[in-house]
């Protein structure tokens, strides 16, 4: 009998593969690691991440994606993401930087905010800025801090007997429309849109905006504070793999999962690009679940319902960034914050429709990680992201031929906004770089190039739809099957570890 | 799924399983996707390209042009400027080099390189003698950072070429002149002696056609009689030819030797550093006389490697890790060759290395401990991973 044969027959060569050292890979397999489990992690690119990365131009190490970390609180208030990564290890590995303030929101010669973060200074500035509304606004925070409270006991803590009576807040504004509420509580428009400016990352406008969501990550970052990570989310990510291989954990590069291996319908193993078979009952996959189902497992094996259910979904946005290396300080561009969001009008219809095309955008993040982190670029250097959400079907009618272009077009469109709060923006540009949905799509490999797996609209909220896969020994982590950001896909890697071992303890 | 617990209570509940309801009875149908997200980023970045020689020109008594076709598929776009890693097998071993494409990315029929014998070309040499038309070739697609970016660079060009590191300015030359794009380039172009200037004749006949180009040609090496200008492309002579520098940005491309020296010239005219963009070059000619090196180990000392747990081998200090490598059939990842593209990416598990300055890694990379091993040598017994 060769040893193959005996493998094959006996022990599996590993207890787990994780496919994909995105954050949720990671977290999933330094936590099964941890347990003593033998664990192979595949990781296609060649360093691990996903978007949790960084790359090098000049004398510039740029951010990828990160642009404030939730959930991490501080010594005092530690916040749940503060908890997992403790636990994991990763606290004595990685630094954490906290950001004062939430955001400064521009709308040039209309309005110009600065929400620090702090509840009770939010509200204040907010009563200066618009006197009229001082009362609503005293509600409005009530309401989320409210509906905050409730949603943590239904949610996270999971009442057994949560009901409509114990949780009237929750149970009445969970699925509402962002809009609806906000247009309920307060007249002018712009104090309406500086309260929703977090639409602009989270994927979709206040009018298909759950409550549930806005209310939550207002509070989350008022409570636990945005953070950014020292040496950029590429630290976050190196820390987690080095935890990983110090708990014995196995990883290759530059090799991505070919097909999952299935036998009576139940995990048997991974087939790697190299060609190799390694045998594991259990998988979890970090992939996006239509890349895992349809490329992995294969549509011949997938059970009955998964993809009409697949199918009611639609494929939430990409990104589109500028990179920017400056040979000056944040002092010299008049960047005061590091998180900004600016642009030239409020309406985020409009805007949204924007995302699905190349016309200029009217609304975008400005992220200057210098203001929190002087160290995060040499002396005499700063920074900057610009960033904005799009969905990738514009870019799939660039010719390829058209593409450099058509990206650098874009991109002046988002340098235009910049100089118009503050000036001379693109006199000091040293390094440049641009990241399209087509860039997301080629590194993460997801469809549509999405960052944040489907779009989340109040039915794909987790609150409706079994998200485990009904293939025994698959297990998903990422944005795919939960919410996209740095904090739920981290936290997803670690439920998933949590289901594998509960599914072996019953074995 | 049906639910049946306190969830059907929260507000809008019903609306939303109506909705339900409906799209899984429209569900699209995601299966038809299969494949399509590696399809179209194929078509711009596809991880390997075949190639065949499909043309071998002698351009001067030390160089040949070659033009390299698809064999399977399509020609990927480039930005004029950038680079293909071609793979070679040379006497057994298997290896590869990065070549500027000289070819307009417009011209999308061939990709055009250009080689020049050289003292210790090991590949170079290889390419020249061996190569004929119809050999298959493979490479990396396209790449590297010394393009032209409208973001930043102005519409006034200087570009700083020594030898055959005009390649890529050529691709750049070739796209504005074709394409009749609203930018102005003087090219400054430094070569050994006048007989052997690659590309002399199709400059110059730019040069004559089209207004927004400038050569100046200075030769370091002059024949007794030379006319022309002579010497090295120092800042008197940069100002001399181009007459108010700011505004203009600056690109570097050619040996070793060039870069040291322009690079403080450009300098002392007081030109800003982000004024200045300069392509990347591959492991130095000696490596031991770069700063930094400790003295203690010698350039011919040898040190065992342990890769991957099993193989131990043996390599040379003087010698950038991956040729060690790829000496005993390791073939890593590699597109540039020079420290940045950071393809290569290995952990360094124990032992120590050098790596000269510049190259290009990330600093948590530099505290978990990951080298490139295309720049980097080793200076004692290594464990890589």
């Known amino acids: ?507 | 799924m049906e639910i049946t617990d306190f969830r059907k209570d929260i507000e809008g509940f019903e609306e939303i399983q109506k909705e339900v309801a409906v799209l899984r009875k429209y569900a699209f149908d995601y299966s038809s996707q299969k494949g399509r997200a590696a399809q179209i980023v194929d078509l711009l970045h596809p991880k390997r390209l075949n190639l065949r020689v499909a043309e071998i020109r002698q351009e001067t008594p030390s160089t040949k042009i070659f033009h390299l076709v698809s064999s399977d598929s399509y020609l990927p776009p480039f930005q004029a400027g950038q680079y293909i890693n071609l793979s070679v097998e040379v006497g057994g071993l298997r290896t590869s080099r990065p070549y500027s494409i000289a070819s307009a990315p417009n011209q999308i029929g061939y990709y055009e390189i250009a080689i020049r014998r050289a003292e210790d070309g090991f590949v170079s040499n290889f390419l020249l003698d061996k190569l004929q038309v119809g050999d298959p070739m493979e490479s990396t697609s396209p790449s590297g950072n010394l393009y032209y970016n409208p973001l930043a660079h102005g519409k006034d060009l200087v570009f700083l070429a020594g030898g055959s590191g005009i390649t890529p300015f050529m691709s750049m030359i070739r796209e504005a002149t074709e394409r009749g794009l609203d930018r102005r380039i003087h090219l400054i172009y430094g070569s050994q002696n006048p007989a052997d200037i690659i590309y002399a004749n199709e400059l110059s006949d730019r040069a004559q056609q089209h207004g927004n180009l400038k050569m100046d040609i200075v030769i370091s090496d002059p024949p007794a009689g030379y006319r022309g200008l002579a010497g090295f492309i120092s800042g008197g002579l940069i100002r001399r030819l181009i007459g108010e520098v700011t505004a203009k940005t600056f690109y570097l491309c050619g040996p070793e030797v060039m870069y040291a020296f322009c690079l403080k010239e450009l300098e002392s005219l007081g030109i800003p550093r982000k004024k200045t963009r300069t392509e990347v070059f591959g492991p130095p000619k000696d490596v031991t006389r770069q700063p930094g090196w400790p003295a203690e180990v010698k350039g011919d000392a040898q040190f065992q490697i342990v890769y991957m747990g099993k193989k131990s081998i043996s390599a040379k200090a003087r010698e950038p890790l991956m040729i060690s490598l790829e000496r005993e059939g390791i073939v890593l990842p590699a597109s540039c060759r020079s420290g940045e593209c950071s393809l290569c990416r290995t952990k360094l598990v124990s032992g120590k290395v050098f790596q000269p300055r510049g190259v290009k890694l990330r600093k948590s990379d530099q505290v978990f401990g990951y080298i490139h091993p295309c720049l980097a040598y080793p200076l004692s017994d290594l464990e890589l991973r």
């Not at chain 1, 793999?241 to 090799?255: H, I, K, M, S, T």
């Open chain 1, 1 to 507: 009998m060769t040893s193959t044969d005996s493998r094959r027959l006996s022990m599996p060569d590993y207890d787990a593969v994780v496919i994909g050292a995105g954050n949720g890979g990671l977290t999933a397999a330094l936590s099964l690691a941890k347990k003593g489990l033998k664990v192979l992690l595949l990781e296609r690119h060649n360093i691990p991440g996903g978007c949790a990365t960084s790359f090098v131009r000049g004398r510039f190490e740029f951010e990828v994606a990160l642009h404030q970390l939730s959930g991490m609180g501080t010594e005092k208030r530690p916040g749940p993401l503060q908890g997992i990564l403790g636990e994991l290890g990763i606290l004595d590995k990685v630094e954490f930087v906290e950001m004062e303030n939430l955001y400064r929101f521009v709308i040039p010669g209309k309005c110009d905010i600065t929400l620090r973060a702090d509840r009770a200074a939010v509200e204040r500035t907010l009563q200066e800025e618009f006197p009229d509304e001082k009362e609503a606004i005293e509600r409005f925070f009530a309401l989320v801090y409210k509906f905050c409270s409730e949603m943590v006991s239904v949610a996270f803590l999971r009442d057994p007997e949560a009901s409509w009576e114990k949780y009237p807040t929750y149970f009445k504004y969970a699925l509402k429309p962002s809009q609806k509420i906000l247009d309920e509580y307060f007249k002018n428009p712009f104090l309406k849109a500086v309260l929703s400016a977090y639409w602009g990352y989270m994927g979709l406008p206040p009018r298909l905006l759950p409550f549930g969501d806005l209310a939550v990550l207002l509070w989350a970052y008022i409570e636990f504070k945005p953070f950014h990570i020292k040496g950029s989310s590429q630290a976050l990510s190196n820390g987690i793999l080095d935890c990983f291989l110090q708990a014995g954990g196995e990883v290759r590069f530059n090799c991505g999962a070919q097909k999952i291996l299935l036998k009576e319908g139940k995990i048997r193993g991974v087939r790697t690009e190299e060609g190799n078979e390694v045998g594991a009952k259990y998988v979890i996959s970090n992939a996006s679940t239509l890349s895992t189902y349809l490329e992995l497992i294969g549509q011949e094996n997938i059970p009955g319902d998964v993809l009409t259910a697949l199918g009611t979904k639609t494929i939430g946005p990409s990104a589109f960034t500028v990179f920017v290396g400056m040979d000056c300080t944040p002092e010299n561009l008049g960047i005061k914050e590091t998180t900004n969001f600016i642009g030239t009008n409020i309406d985020a219809d409009q805007e949204f429709a924007r995302w699905r095309t190349l016309n200029q955008p009217t609304f975008m993040g400005l992220s200057c990680y210098n203001v929190s982190d002087p160290d995060f670029s040499p002396p005499g250097t700063c920074l900057v992201d610009l960033v904005k959400l799009q969905y990738i079907d514009p870019w799939l009618t660039v010719p390829p031929t058209q593409y450099a272009e058509a990206k650098y077009k874009y991109a002046q469109g988002m340098l235009d906004i910049a100089e118009k709060v503050f000036p001379n923006f693109q006199d000091y540009i040293e390094e440049i770089e641009v990241g399209t949905p087509l860039t997301h799509m080629r590194y993460l490999g997801h469809p549509a190039g999405a960052i944040y797996g489907f779009d989340q609209h109040a039915k794909d909220s987790p609150l409706f739809e079994e998200r485990r896969s009904p293939i025994p020994g698959l297990f998903f982590a990422g944005a795919w099957v939960g919410s996209g950001g740095y904090q739920p896909t981290l936290m997803s890697g670690v439920s998933a570890a949590k289901a594998v071992l509960k599914s072996m303890a019953k074995k």
